[in-house]
């Protein structure tokens, strides 16, 4: 057990540093003298968390806690995305916590708790782990979005997210408790192997198994924020904080991602029957396709009337969940679509953690950008924000040269590749992200074409803020044009995962459950 | 000893009676106790399941792992609470009420 | 035996759609009528008079609700405790020690961090927060008249 | 330095990356530049990029006879079986194109200097200037379609961006949204396209081994040719042109795209962006000769977008607009070339069109730049041709060099246009079915068009008398130097370069461009059968040498007909101004009437019922067609109308997000239980 203890690393420190700040906080005298303090220590924290992943980049996959954990290049990627959604937050936040009246400490400990959760998330191996990660990213999320301590909105936001969360919380155990009722297992790989021994058997349980698997899909489902259970994401983007929105937005989403490919690959079994709802789809192939499809056609459409940015971009968020979901979906037909996936995350980790970095930039006179109109002309005051923005603005539309084009294009490609309903999936999404480019445009049209009003713009900002939107302003466009060393990566950790998980052809046993317990 | 499907129904109907509370109350505390509800429920469901296996002499993994998966749905369920009650409070402060519909200020 | 669970979740389905269909139909059927009294969270037409509880101090809520997460955090003692001593018999009783210290520690965090914050200060005003709110609201009371104006004003438009 | 002239590969990458360099050093340091140093930066860095693409062209594919240049940069993208290189290619058909673009873009850069050096926004102007040079050559230079694309995409953004370049004015935001959303439209159908090749051939290459040409050969050699699959393909393809290219129904755009500064719409909006289309449909011919149905689409949309804009360009009075509506219906002549196989003559079109239109463009340029010193920046007024007239002695260079351009556009015998204008009605004439003669009252029509507006520009603006402000008409100087010899230099363009494409009725039966070319279609020519229409006619025997002379008498005589007619209708006032005093005798209420005066009266009424029979007419047809067409159909219901349908249903959608919690909850209880009832349903 201690001899796996490095494996425990990245969450270790994290919540070194987490406890460290803590400490300052609970002892420290003036919060003021303290605050660079603790910055440093919670981004020495992310920094320490993201060299020792190092060891598990190339590695062969390591299961530790009698495979209660696995850790391999998989789970290692997705880390790198949330260290770095989590690392463009902070800095991001450096003044704007202050400005907004929270303490600095309180919102990097909840922070570097909620990335832990995450990091921990896409390690799980079994249910409860799966559990117990969700529900400490959730919390922290949770506290985060009510973070605002002036704003009536914010503890609005966070009461709607708590709720909806906590009964899609009701909802996942449920499912996990039905499959671990019928197998017996709470580890993924057996749960893999009974399942798909339950559907080859057909006695019935597997109904109750397919009760399981929908009622888990619509737990991660919600977490994504896909169309129809999508209504908290609006409410609880717009009332958060703005750079805990970003946070919320690329952090959870790589992570809960994360874990919903390694359940697909590993738990939900691909090859259980040839008719029926897992056939030829692979897991769970339908309801993928339905939701993709209902959160890129909602997603965009609710978007084209918002005037309030965060509102639109949480809007665009649930689109980007329906591009995502295609990619899940079509894996039915063509496994190659998770490394677009996986690459679609990082992309999606820069450029909206950067546009929500960019809306905090260009709030002007210490009021947060709230409305289109409070962005007339800012481009000809503030060079920076019409440059930047452009630039995540064409990223999140999907034009070339940018990280989003490249990620649309390799999810869409091996869509179009897995051929058949997919295609039609595929259609519905480029047809949509047309949509799309509307309004993303039309922000664009506000910062550049329009006459600029009189308000004041802020004045000097803290470097914090800039070195995030250098980061992801640079990350964005590298990704764009040269995507094919992100792309190997992210190939190589897919190959990784399917690898590692291929199962023996499972012949029918004669009573459910029965099967050999190793 | 019961029948494991006894239990089962047990748990089905308290989870049904969750769900209800959820969908058809609106008030936050009771909201907050149906989601409670909820989880318990499946508490129970686990802690049956648990029986089950052990029963059918399944390894020491899986015939335990209900039980302890209870207990960590127990202490999550503890600590949502405390999140629950402490944005419920929140909430309150700023609308005076814990009417769910009051707060409806973020919509469209 | 799991598969005669069907007929159980198709019963909890069954409630759901009970519930659904009571709140359609008494969406569609019943009258809206928008009011001080039908925002009460008790709509049962008898107009409160003064307190029907007293009000305790909010001390007792939040020392309460740390019991109750201090109480069942130590609860996952017990599945350590069930393991424990087939690992001693392996030899791994130092680490499995260990590993009890760091939860025990990770406890004791807690508990400082909470004293600290003031939490466990009987005579201590409690930071900003309004005394009293937890109980009110965990009373289901609604405040005072003034202070639901507002409310009311939101609902008017 | 010899090295690199020597390495055509080296010098390949130098031409797109001499304008990127120049984006980049504008980009970064313009703020702190003067006008010359950022201008002539920018237009450097064009000029060297001309330089090598001339090296590239007379030395490397002329003297040492090199067909095409390669040079494979790196494996852009990896996906399943599907690899992009990243590199260059030029042959015969982009080294044509690479020219055009670095030649008139130079010129067009040191035109700028001149012109924009007033604008405060200067530095920020040569830096797009620069990225679209760059962009529009990757475009022509990329080795697949996907490179391709991108620069399609990129060129679109640079436009963009140059359209709405003086921010200030509302409209110009509009006009570049509606250019960018028209753009995506084509977007989407050139995507679709890609696509369906790439699944029909599992490339989207056009050098290297794997490519388009390979697969389309290994095809045509199993006979397993889909032709259903290939004609779909190359109208989507088509649909990606007219958004690029601004046909019908998608060239809207276009006009508005008038909106930016005049030395943009010469560069982009008439010399080469616009030609994209052109030029992918002409890469993409060994594909578009297997889809006649996409072939016939081609050439009937060419044909209608021709006249249809041709007769809205007669009643404009926004002199960009004329120009604006003149470059579709020209267009609409390539588009039609291309759709009846000829795609040389498309290309020769572009080219000679590409000298011509930008010299108009530049010219009526130099007219906005002279009268807005007065005027101001940015007033209708100085575009507005009613208020022109006899800038002729106030800007001569300019009066004679756009006049050259305007016989050149009407097709003038003798000049650039008239060869090129001429050849493509002849492939129609030639062509003998419905579809040819059809396509050739078009196009004829079209001409008459064409011959019509060029005159009515020329003596609206530089002849007859001044209709507008005086003291606007005092204060107007000729252009600066650096804005007249690139007017001088297109003007001879526009004079030579049609003598490349003589027809063979003038005893010329290898005309250069047409042997430089040939390489790219002989591919495509073979697949073709034995006395396909689609041919590009080789051997001429005495019948078609004929028929030749008869099409050239025709479009000779209604070029020079119409020109004459409407030249003297609008150049008319400055006439009577001229015999004013002959027509007098006395002045003020004593003045007595001439006969000399009662003959020009009764020319008068001439004037006045051409006006009533043919003018009225025709302006009021087109002005109907204008508006239904343009404004209801087009844009009402096409561009802004889908957009707006969906605003206004989102708008509506968005009340189901009620803000209410219990509503959230029952939203996802219902969707659970369908989802989960579903689950069940298909597991049984």
């Not at chain 1, 002892?27 to 440093?40: A, E, L, V, Y």
């Not at chain 4, 009066?399 to 015998?413: S, V």
């Not at chain 4, 099409?551 to 409407?566: E, K, M, R």
């Not at chain 4, 001439?606 to 844009?635: C, G, N, Q």
Request: hydrophobic fraction near 55%; proline fraction near 3%; glycine fraction near 10%.
């Amino acid at each position: 057990m201690v001899g796996d203890f490095d494996i425990f690393l990245p969450v270790v420190w994290l919540l070194v540093a987490a406890a460290i700040v803590m400490l300052i906080d609970l002892f420290g005298d003036d919060p003021d003298k303290t605050r660079m303090f603790n910055f440093f220590t919670a981004l020495g924290g992310v920094l320490l968390a993201f060299v020792s992943l190092n060891p598990y980049w190339d590695a062969p996959p390591q299961t530790i806690m009698r495979g209660a954990m696995l850790v391999d290049q998989f789970s290692a990627f997705l880390v790198i995305c949330i260290l770095i959604g989590t690392a463009i937050s902070m800095f991001a936040s450096l003044s704007y916590v202050k400005r907004i009246g929270v303490n600095l400490a309180d919102f990097l400990i909840t922070l570097l708790l909620a990335a832990s959760g995450m990091v921990l998330l896409t390690v799980s191996n079994d249910l409860i782990m799966l559990f117990l990660s969700i529900e400490l990213l959730s919390f922290s999320v949770y506290v985060l979005t009510g973070l605002h301590g002036r704003s009536g909105r914010s503890a609005e936001a966070a009461m709607k997210y708590f709720i909806m969360g906590a009964f899609a919380t009701g909802i996942m155990i449920l499912g996990m408790a039905c499959l671990y009722g019928v197998t017996g297992e709470v580890q993924l790989k057996p749960i893999g192997e009974k399942l798909a021994a339950i559907f080859a058997a057909r006695q019935g349980t597997e109904i109750m198994a397919t009760f399981g698997m929908g009622a888990i899909l619509i737990a991660f489902a919600f977490k994504v924020g896909a169309v129809p259970f999508h209504s908290w994401v609006p409410d609880a983007y717009e009332g958060a904080p703005t750079t805990v929105t970003g946070f919320m937005a690329v952090a959870v989403k790589a992570a809960a991602f994360g874990a919903l490919i390694r359940l697909a690959v590993v738990a939900f079994p691909a090859t259980a029957s040839a008719e029926g709802f897992f056939g030829d789809l692979g897991f769970a192939g339908y309801a993928l396709w339905l939701l993709s499809a209902l959160s890129m056609i909602l997603g965009n459409w609710f978007a084209i009337s918002q005037r309030n940015v965060k509102r639109m971009l949480a809007y665009s968020s649930i689109a980007h969940s329906g591009y995502l979901l295609m990619g899940l979906a079509a894996a039915g037909g063509n496994s190659e679509v998770y490394a677009g996936v996986l690459y679609y995350l990082l992309a999606y980790t820069l450029m909206t953690s950067g546009a929500f970095a960019m809306l905090v930039y260009a709030s002007s006179g210490g009021r947060d950008i709230e409305s289109i109109d409070d962005l007339r002309g800012l481009a000809w005051k503030k060079p920076a924000v019409g440059i930047g923005m452009a630039i995540f603005m064409f990223s999140l539309a999907g034009i070339p040269l940018t990280a989003g084009f490249m990620g649309k294009y390799f999810i869409f490609t091996q869509t179009i590749a897995a051929g058949g309903r997919y295609l039609t999936l595929a259609i519905i999404g480029i047809c949509t992200s047309i949509m799309g480019a509307y309004y993303y445009l039309r922000v664009i049209a506000y910062t550049y074409f329009r006459d600029p009003d009189d308000r004041p713009v802020a004045g000097k900002e803290d470097w914090g803020l800039k070195f995030a939107l250098g980061l992801t302003v640079l990350g964005t466009v590298f990704l764009g044009i040269f995507p094919q060393g992100f792309y190997d990566a992210a190939q190589d950790s897919v190959k990784e995962l399917q690898h590692d998980h291929e199962r023996p052809a499972v012949t029918a046993p004669d009573k459910p459950g029965t099967v050999a317990h190793d | 000893m019961l029948e494991p499907k006894v239990v089962l129904f047990l748990a089905a109907v308290l989870f049904s009676a969750g769900l209800y509370g959820v969908l058809s109350r609106r008030h936050l505390i009771m909201l907050l106790m149906s989601l409670e509800l909820m989880l318990n429920a499946v508490n129970i469901a686990l802690v049956t399941f648990s029986r089950y296996w052990a029963g059918e002499g399944a390894g020491m993994i899986g015939a335990h792992s209900g039980q302890f998966f209870t207990l960590m749905v127990m202490a999550v369920a503890a600590a949502e609470v405390g999140i629950g009650l402490a944005i419920i409070v929140a909430v309150y402060r700023r609308k005076h009420t814990a009417d769910s519909d009051a707060a409806s200020e973020l919509k469209g | 035996m799991t598969a005669d669970l069907f007929g159980i979740f198709v019963y909890g389905i069954l409630i759901f759609s009970v519930a659904a269909g009571g709140l359609i139909v008494s969406a569609l059927v019943g009258k809206r009528k928008k009011g001080f009294v039908k925002e009460e969270p008790y709509e049962c037409g008898v107009p409160q008079i003064g307190e029907t509880r007293t009000e305790f101090n909010v001390r007792f809520f939040i020392l309460a609700m740390l019991f109750v997460l201090f109480d069942i955090e130590t609860v996952l003692l017990a599945p350590y405790a069930a393991t424990f001593i087939a690992d001693v018999h392996e030899g791994k009783g130092l680490e499995y020690l260990a590993e009890v210290a760091v939860f025990l520690a990770v406890l004791g965090f807690g508990l400082l961090y909470a004293w600290r914050k003031g939490v466990l200060d009987w005579n201590v005003p409690l930071g900003h927060n309004p005394d009293e709110v937890v109980s009110r609201v965990i009373a289901g009371e609604a405040d005072d008249q003034a202070s639901k104006k507002p409310v009311e004003a939101a609902h008017g438009h | 330095m010899i090295n690199v002239f020597n390495n055509p590969e080296l010098l390949l990458w130098a031409v797109p990356l001499m304008p990127l360099f120049g984006f980049l050093i504008n980009g970064l340091f313009g703020k702190r530049m003067s006008v010359a140093s950022s201008g002539g930066i920018a237009a450097a860095a064009v000029v060297i990029s001309f330089l090598c693409a001339l090296g590239l062209f007379v030395y490397h594919m002329n003297m040492l006879g090199k067909e095409t240049v390669q040079s494979s940069a790196f494996t852009w993208m990896q996906v399943g079986g599907f690899k992009i290189n990243f590199g260059l290619y030029l042959d015969r058909l982009s080294s044509v194109y690479m020219l055009i673009i670095t030649g008139i873009g130079a010129l067009i850069h040191i035109y700028s200097i001149g012109y924009m050096g007033h604008d405060e926004g200067f530095a920020r102007y040569f830096a797009y200037l620069n990225l679209f040079v760059f962009a529009m050559l990757m475009l022509v230079l990329g080795d697949s379609l996907v490179t391709l694309f991108l620069g399609w995409e990129g060129v679109g953004l640079c436009s963009y961006l140059l359209i709405g370049f003086w921010y200030k004015h509302l409209h110009n935001t509009t006009a570049g949204m509606k250019a960018f959303i028209a753009n995506r439209v084509g977007d989407f159908g050139f995507m679709i396209g890609m696509f369906l090749l790439f699944w029909h051939f599992g490339s989207l290459s056009y050098a290297g081994d794997a490519s388009l040409q390979t697969g389309m050969q290994a095809a045509i050699a199993s006979g397993t040719v889909d032709t259903t699959l290939l004609n779909w393909a190359c109208i989507c393809l088509f649909v990606g042109a007219c958004g690029k290219s601004a046909q019908i129904p998608l060239f809207v755009w276009l006009p508005d795209a008038m909106a930016g500064p005049t030395p943009v719409s010469a560069l982009i909006h008439a010399a080469t962006m616009v030609t994209a289309g052109i030029y992918m449909v002409a890469r993409m011919n060994f594909v578009f000769v297997h889809a006649e149905t996409a072939m016939t689409i081609v050439a009937v949309t060419g044909g209608a977008t021709a006249l249809f804009a041709g007769s809205i360009g007669l009643v404009q009075r926004d002199i960009k607009k004329v120009l604006a509506y003149s470059t579709v219906s020209q267009l609409g002549f390539m588009f039609m070339a291309a759709g009846l196989g000829q795609f040389h003559l498309a290309v020769f079109h572009v080219f000679t069109h590409a000298f011509f239109k930008a010299l108009l463009f530049l010219g009526s340029g130099s007219v906005i730049h002279a009268l807005e010193h007065s005027l101001g920046h940015g007033n209708p007024d100085s575009q507005d041709m009613w208020k022109m007239g006899g800038l002729k002695e106030k800007l001569p260079i300019t009066c004679y060099t756009m006049f050259i351009g305007a016989l050149a556009l009407a097709g003038i015998p003798g000049l650039a246009g008239f060869f090129s204008k001429d050849a493509i009605l002849y492939s129609a004439f030639h062509r003998g079915d419905t579809l040819g003669w059809i396509i050739y009252g078009l196009g004829v029509a079209a001409a008459i068009c064409t011959a019509f507006y060029s005159a009515r520009l020329i003596g609206l603006t530089f002849y007859g008398k001044w209709r507008g402000d005086e003291h606007a008409y005092a204060h107007a100087d000729e252009a600066p130097r650096s804005m007249a010899m690139p007017l001088l230099i297109l003007a001879l363009g526009a004079i030579g370069v049609g003598y490349l494409l003589l027809p063979p009725a003038f005893g010329v039966h290898h005309p250069p461009f047409q042997t430089w070319l040939a390489p790219i279609w002989a591919a495509g020519q073979a697949a073709l059968p034995e006395g396909s229409k689609l041919l590009i006619p080789v051997e001429h025997d005495s019948a078609a040498i004929a028929a030749e002379w008869v099409n050239i008498a025709i479009s000779s005589l209604i070029a020079i007909g119409v020109f004459l007619f409407a030249f003297a209708i609008y150049s008319r006032p400055a006439n009577l101004a001229k015999v004013r005093a002959l027509a007098f005798r006395g002045e003020g209420a004593d003045a007595v009437m001439t006969p000399w005066y009662r003959v020009l009266l009764n020319k008068y009424y001439i004037d006045e019922l051409y006006d009533l029979t043919i003018v009225r007419p025709t302006k009021i047809a087109s002005d109907v067609l204008f508006v239904v067409v343009d404004v209801i159909v087009i844009d009402l219901l096409f561009v802004n109308g889908a957009a707006m349908v969906v605003k206004a249903s989102s708008d509506l959608v968005r009340r189901l997000q009620t803000g209410l919690v219990r509503h959230y909850l029952y939203a996802f209880a219902t969707g659970a239980v369908i989802l989960i009832a579903l689950f069940l349903l298909i597991a049984q």
